[in-house]
């Protein structure tokens, strides 16, 4: 089992940014995937972005442009850059890592809130 910790979310206005991050129990350096999905009230999980050992990323249409995901193998961590936000963008965001060898892990969510 993987254990992941998310960190970096609160509130914040319109347009303004946070840097979500996530933290892994275990070395990423050859997890296949790695990705941020979240969760408004009343709504289904969705995809935010993911990234693969090999760096190529996924965006949803909905953050394409404000949204940067990136890894630091030495750390251990996925961090999400996130710009220019939106009321809309308010959800709990987890972080999950899937492999073939370890499963789809998930943390525990970090609650963004954008809001004047």
């Known amino acids: 089992q993987v254990q992941l910790v998310e960190s970096g979310g609160g509130l914040v206005q319109p347009g303004g940014s946070l840097r979500l991050s996530c933290a892994a129990s275990?070395?990423?350096?050859?997890?296949?995937?790695m990705g941020w999905y979240r969760q408004a009230p009343g709504k289904q999980r969705e995809l935010v972005a993911t990234?693969?050992?090999?760096?190529?990323?996924n965006y949803a249409d909905s953050v394409k442009g404000r949204f940067t995901i990136s890894r630091d193998n030495a750390k251990n961590t996925v961090y999400l850059q996130m710009n220019s936000l939106k009321p809309e963008d308010t959800a709990v965001y987890y972080c999950?890592?899937?492999?073939?060898?370890?499963?789809?892990?998930w943390g525990q969510g970090t609650q963004v809130a954008v809001s004047s």
């Open positions: 999950n890592i899937y492999d073939s060898v370890l499963g789809s892990n």
């Open positions: 275990t070395r990423i350096l050859r997890i296949y995937r």
């Open positions: 990234i693969t050992s090999g760096g190529s990323t």
